[in-house]
Structure formats: structure tokens, C-alpha cells
T-cell receptor, first 115, second 112 residues
Framework: GAVVSQHPSWVICKSGTSVKIECRSL??????MFWYRQFPKQSLMLMAT?????????EQGVEKDKFLINHASLTLSTLTVTSAHPEDSSFYIC???????????FGSGTRLTVV | AQSVTQLGSHVSVSEGALVLLRCNYS??????LFWYVQYPNQGLQLLLK??????LVKGINGFEAEFKKSETSFHLTKPSAHMSDAAEYFC??????????FGPGTSLSVIP
């Protein structure tokens, strides 16, 4: 149970284009979802927290106009990387809270390569 | 503010030997602590978590961790390493804002 499905698993896009990454909770309602970015051989850095029906809260230093997060339903959150550049190439992972004391579940990640 | 440190960015053990991955945390509130494992190009899988109650927590794949408040530690252990245990391991703490902060990670290698 408590599975988050993340798509696509990998994507290559041209510089200047936009890419959308989706995370769906398959068997539970995800009121709160988190988006992380991970550079090679580094830890996960929290980018933003999204709550269903409200604006996302971004961490310091994360450009909210570049990384658009939408959490329109209890089962879907999306991250759109707008006007992507090579420096945006990274591994992006979503996570959903399972409620107080129940931890978190993670998507399988999306490898974004901008060429 | 909460934070997590992991001593040793890379640990190598022989197959069958004890695995010990270290984690120390700082938290101004009673911590929720987690250990996650990540295989290459994959998401994170929860190994175990501590919220309240028993300080020795057993997880999947034979791993366990002990919460020691006096030492602000949550070290991960496994009595006998398998080749399949080779992966990246992250210790994490839940913050007072319901966010999860990850440590820098420890890469575990298992030598046949």
C-alpha cells in the first residue's frame, strides 16, 4: 500500500523547453507532497512543499517561477520545469506524507537531462 | 533547526560482516527519525523509522537502528552484510514543519 507513481522515469529535453513531472498517489489521498532534487552522489534537497488546493511553499533559493508546482487534487501533484537549461539536469523525486507518525513514501524519481 | 549528519560518506564491509552506518541528529523537538535506502537511479525505500516508544527499531532486510537520545544518534546496523545491501543509505529527520531533512548519505560497498 501507499504507493506514489512518478512519471516519466527519465526525460531528455532541449534547452528552453518545459518539462512536466507527475506524481500520483495510487491508493491513498496525499494532502501534502514534497518535491526534492538530487545531484549525482549527493543528498536530496527539498525544493518545495505542496498542499492540495493551495500554493506551494518553496525553500529558500528555489525559483518558484521556474519550478511550477501544482497540487490540484488529493492524488496528483505536478512539477513543471520551465525554460529548462542544462544546469537543471538532475534527479527529481516526489514524496507524500502518510500522516502523523506514519512516515513518507517516495516516487521512483525522474532523471531530467537538458541538452 | 533540525539537521542530520552521517559519519563516513563511504563504508566498505566484507560479505557476512557487520554493517554499521552512523547517524547523528539535532532537533529542538522529539524527533521522528528515518533510514532510507536508494539504489542507482531509483527512488527511496524506507528501511525503518522511529517515532515514539521502543528505542530499538527493526526494519526490513534485517536492518535495525537504535535511538539514543543522550547521544542524539540513530545508527543503522545489520549483523551480516549481503551483496544486495550495496546501495546509498540516507538518515533523515522530520522537522517541526512536517518536512523531512536528509543527511548527506553513506554509500555502502560489500566486498565478496
Amino acid at each position: 500500500g501507499a504507493v506514489v507513481s512518478q512519471h516519466p522515469s527519465w526525460v531528455i529535453c532541449k534547452s528552453g523547453t518545459s518539462v512536466k513531472i507527475e506524481c500520483r498517489s495510487l491508493d491513498f489521498q496525499a494532502t501534502t507532497m514534497f518535491w526534492y532534487r538530487q545531484f549525482p552522489k549527493q543528498s536530496l534537497m527539498l525544493m518545495a512543499t505542496s498542499n492540495e488546493g493551495s500554493k506551494a511553499t518553496y525553500e529558500q533559493g528555489v525559483e518558484k517561477d521556474k519550478f511550477l508546482i501544482n497540487h490540484a487534487s488529493l492524488t496528483l501533484s505536478t512539477l513543471t520545469v520551465t525554460s529548462a537549461h542544462p544546469e537543471d539536469s538532475s534527479f527529481y523525486i516526489c514524496s507524500a506524507s502518510l500522516g502523523t507518525g506514519h512516515g513518507y513514501t517516495f516516487g521512483s524519481g525522474t532523471r531530467l537531462t537538458v541538452v | 533547526a533540525q539537521s542530520v549528519t552521517q559519519l563516513g560518506s563511504h563504508v566498505s564491509v566484507s560479505e557476512g560482516a557487520l554493517v554499521l552506518l552512523r547517524c547523528n541528529y539535532s532537533s529542538s523537538v522529539p524527533p521522528y527519525l528515518f533510514w532510507y535506502v536508494q539504489y542507482p537511479n531509483q527512488g527511496l525505500q524506507l528501511l525503518l523509522k522511529y517515532t515514539t516508544g521502543a528505542t530499538l527499531v527493526k526494519g526490513i532486510n534485517g536492518f535495525e537502528a537504535e535511538f539514543k537520545k543522550s547521544e542524539t544518534s540513530f545508527h543503522l546496523t545489520k549483523p551480516s552484510a549481503h551483496m544486495s545491501d550495496a546501495a546509498e543509505y540516507f538518515c533523515a529527520v522530520k522537522t517541526s514543519y512536517d518536512k523531512v531533512i536528509f543527511g548527506p548519505g553513506t554509500s555502502l560497498s560489500v566486498i565478496p
